[in-house]
């Protein structure tokens, strides 16, 4: 066998090593970025269901008190769009593959809103109320915002559970 012969033969089998490595390599990656994508995934539910909403919550409360001070329509303004953002998000939610948790804690939060949502939107009629209205009508806005708050926190550790971050506390 001449040499000529046996370095092809080496060059073959070193090209077909590196071939397979390369195709090894490729797959990792690929395994690597679903890995990724499915962490981004569970990292924008559990923010969504507990970071972003709750903020939106207090974040709605505290302008519909200022606008109930001032009457100033910018903080209705500011409720109306803290409001559709929540809306939004919890009709997101609602749109994934939910546990049978997630869903239990979901079922609630969104009866609730939905309620809550007609008394924000209706919130510019109370511009024109005199003070005690305007103050029972708040009163009960109030108290929806803090069960709903309530209703997030317990969606978001269902949410939690799921992914075995019981630890974690909000």
């Known amino acids: 066998m001449k040499v000529a012969t046996r370095l092809r033969g080496a060059f073959a089998i070193y090209i077909a090593l590196l071939a397979v490595v390369a195709l090894y390599h490729v797959r990792t990656i690929q395994r690597a970025v ?68 997630e869903r239990d804690a979901l079922t609630p939060l969104a009866a609730d809103w939905k309620g809550a949502l007609a008394k924000l939107r209706g919130l510019a009629s109370v511009a024109t109320a005199p003070a005690a209205s305007a103050e029972a009508t708040f009163g009960g806005l109030q108290q929806d915002l803090s069960r709903i708050r ?14 075995g971050f019981r630890h974690f506390k909000l």
Not at 69 to 90: C, H, I, M, W
Not at 150 to 163: F, G, I, K, N, P
């Open 34 to 101: 679903a890995s990724g994508r499915a962490l981004s995934e569970i990292s924008a539910r559990l923010r969504a269901a507990s970071t972003l909403q709750i903020d939106r919550i207090a974040q709605m409360n505290s302008d519909a008190e200022k606008f109930l001070v001032t009457r100033d329509p910018g903080y209705l303004r500011k409720v109306l769009e803290s409001s559709n953002a929540f809306d939004q998000s919890l009709a997101t939610f609602d749109g994934l593959p939910l546990t049978r948790a």
């Open 150 to 163: 309530v209703e997030t926190e317990r969606l978001a550790e269902a949410s939690q559970a799921r992914y």
